[in-house]
């Protein structure tokens, strides 16, 4: 389900840089969130087919939410290091952005939050 996340994040990304003036690490941060609360509905059943409630699942949102919060800083540091520092496009960033967090957040996924 990480291409749902995927389309959604780029989706808000995109319509950010192309309509309005923010910078482009402050619609990296927007883009990421919207995709970030999808993906946890769809990761917990989807693909770790965790259905448990209760207690287990506020821990699994709280480390859910720091691998992201953390994925975040790096993204959002990288989108402004790329742009701003290298001068590449923020499309082109986008797609590097994308690879390093699709490995950190993965990780993250199968050997933190969602341990059976």
Not at 68 to 96: E, P
């Given at each position: 389900?990480?291409?749902?996340?995927?389309?959604i994040?780029?989706?808000?990304?995109?319509?950010?840089?192309?309509?309005?003036?923010?910078?482009?690490?402050?619609?990296?941060?927007a883009?990421?969130?919207?995709g970030?609360?999808?993906?946890f509905?769809?990761?917990?059943?989807?693909t770790f087919?965790?259905?448990?409630?209760?207690?287990?699942?506020?821990?699994?949102?709280?480390?859910?939410?720091?691998?992201?919060?953390?994925?975040?800083?790096?993204?959002?540091?990288?989108?402004?290091m790329?742009?701003?520092?290298?001068?590449?496009?923020?499309?082109i960033?986008?797609?590097?952005?994308?690879?390093?967090?699709?490995?950190?957040?993965?990780?993250?996924?199968?050997?933190?939050?969602?341990?059976?």
């Amino acid at each position: 389900m990480g291409i749902a996340n995927t389309i959604i994040d780029i989706a808000v990304f995109t319509a950010i840089v192309n309509l309005t003036s923010w910078p482009a690490y402050a619609a990296q941060c927007a883009g990421y969130a919207a995709g970030m609360i999808n993906s946890f509905a769809m990761n917990k059943v989807w693909t770790f087919k965790r259905f448990d409630t209760g207690s287990s699942m506020v821990g699994e949102a709280l480390r859910f939410f720091a691998v992201n919060a953390f994925s975040m800083v790096v993204s959002s540091s990288t989108m402004w290091m790329l742009t701003d520092i290298f001068g590449f496009s923020a499309l082109i960033s986008k797609s590097v952005i994308l690879l390093l967090i699709l490995v950190i957040n993965y990780s993250g996924y199968r050997f933190w939050v969602f341990t059976k």
